[in-house]
């Protein structure tokens, strides 16, 4: 018996192929669009721990700047602080002591540098005993903490001295701040501590100065742009006492770091002019300071093209359109931008 062969007709196939190839088509379209959106959540919760993480430090390093021995004092012991250090170069004396200044423009894209100053919150190493004005030493509870070359302050909250300890001498609890060489920093111009600390009925006490600056740079080796931080070594272990030391990285692609400074013009506790950084007298009136960062994502393609953006954040760019800020038509990265304020607490 003869059998007939059996089999798709060609019009079947085509119509098997036209529905396979629209279910692939759809299917495709779900997974770009899914990807495309796990892109962007990714990209935006980089950008926002990056920009949350950044102001929280910054905040902290401000709410604590200008902090010179005793709550409360408004900054007013800075200016009488007396330096016994050798002057010239590698060393910046008023560096060490200024509680705030910011450079505007400092860094690429006109980025703002924000340097913060005072004493490091250690518990307070009380001064037993200074033998005299002209003596080279100091008696103190507790030398474990201190070692030669180091940079420190002994303040009785109304005035102060620094100066580079030259010897520490652990059995008898004394640090000498003897003039001569040293073997690294700048060396002490002057051993006199005069008035002495001895009149004081409630004494001094012992600090670590401290000194940071914030800015950006762009970094040659990764070729992303980064918030870094810097100070001048006052530790005597470190080679370079007295010098800035080498920028450390923070936090990467921050793209632009803008401040302001809220000045208290006439001493009643309350901001009345925000100002972009300056000269020294109006960081000596400020109470508060705005920041506003720009970060991109870490990786581009996570947009269609070019973005727009409100930068600083405390314009009003819901008034004025023209003050919005635009990434290149180009430019695939995602933009975010954080704004916060923190209050100089040692000032008011």
Request: hydrophobic share 35%; proline share 3%; aromatic share 6%.
């Amino acid at each position: 018996m003869k059998r007939t062969q059996e089999g798709y007709t060609i019009i079947e196939v085509m119509i098997a192929l036209t529905l396979s190839l629209i279910l692939t088509a759809g299917l495709t379209q779900i997974f770009v669009a899914n990807s495309r959106t796990f892109n962007v959540t990714e990209a935006s919760a980089r950008t926002q721990e990056t920009g949350r993480l950044a102001l929280s430090v910054l905040s902290r390093e401000i709410r604590n700047a200008d902090y010179w021995g005793c709550q409360g004092s408004e900054g007013a012991l800075q200016g009488n602080i007396d330096s016994l250090l050798n002057t010239g170069a590698g060393f910046d004396t008023d560096l060490l002591l200024r509680g705030l200044d910011g450079d505007d423009a400092f860094g690429p894209n006109n980025s703002d540098m924000l340097s913060l100053g005072g004493l490091a919150s250690n518990s307070a190493i009380r001064v037993t005993q200074q033998p005299s004005a002209t003596a080279a030493n100091l008696k103190i509870d507790d030398t474990s903490a201190f070692q030669e070359n180091d940079i420190i302050i002994v303040t009785n909250c109304q005035r102060g001295h620094m100066f580079q300890i030259t010897n520490v001498n652990s059995s008898n609890e004394v640090v000498v701040h003897n003039t001569g060489n040293v073997s690294s920093g700048p060396g002490n111009a002057s051993k006199d501590i005069d008035p002495s600390y001895n009149e004081d009925p409630d004494g001094a006490s012992v600090f670590r100065p401290r000194q940071q600056r914030f800015y950006l740079r762009d970094n040659t080796t990764t070729g992303n742009r980064e918030l870094v931080v810097d100070g001048v070594a006052v530790l005597g272990s470190g080679s370079s006492v007295g010098a800035l030391s080498s920028p450390v990285a923070l936090f990467e692609n921050v793209q632009n770091f803008q401040l302001q400074f809220g000045r208290d013009t006439d001493d009643d506790g309350q901001v009345e002019t925000w100002s972009d950084p300056g000269d020294s007298g109006q960081a000596d009136e400020t109470i508060a300071i705005r920041m506003s960062i720009l970060v991109r994502s870490p990786d581009d393609g996570v947009t269609d093209g070019g973005q727009s953006y409100c930068y600083p954040g405390w314009l009003d760019c819901a008034s004025d359109s023209s003050l919005l800020s635009t990434s290149g038509a180009n430019d695939t990265f995602l933009y975010r931008v954080y704004t916060t304020t923190s209050t100089m607490r040692n000032r008011i």
